[in-house]
Nanobody, 124 residues
């Protein structure tokens, strides 16, 4: 499967963005899809993930502001980000894999397929 992340940009604090992760290949609906982000000089961190069942998981600091969803008919996973702050500035990556247990979803090492990343910049 190939992933294409898009939707990043420059916004002001308090505004929203919706990122998209479009996939090519069959059976994408059976994949676990995660969003990660990496800010300059920092480690890549987990943001959110969604399973085939539609069950969603978030990093504690993102709950309430970020929403992950998927449209299997479009082979696309979305990340809606609201009330953005400058601390959300990072390159956002989507990743996918078919066989990730719940306890491993927050770890990037378990995802074998990655998109190219999309830059999100939030100005104060």
């Amino acid at each position: 499967v190939q992933l294409q992340a898009s939707g990043g940009g420059l916004v002001q604090a308090g505004q929203s963005l919706r990122l998209s992760c479009a996939a090519s290949g069959r059976s994408f609906s059976s994949y676990v899809v995660g969003w990660f982000r990496q800010a300059p000089g920092k480690e890549r961190e987990f943001v959110a993930a969604i399973r085939r069942s539609g069950a969603t998981y978030y990093a504690d600091s993102k709950k309430g502001r970020f929403t992950i969803s998927r449209d299997n008919a479009k082979n696309t996973v979305y990340l809606q980000m609201n009330s953005l702050t400058p601390e959300d500035t990072a390159v956002y990556y989507c990743a996918a894999d078919q066989s990730i247990i719940v306890s491993s979803m927050t770890s990037s090492q378990y995802y074998n397929y990655w998109g190219q990343g999309t830059q999100v910049t939030v100005s104060s």
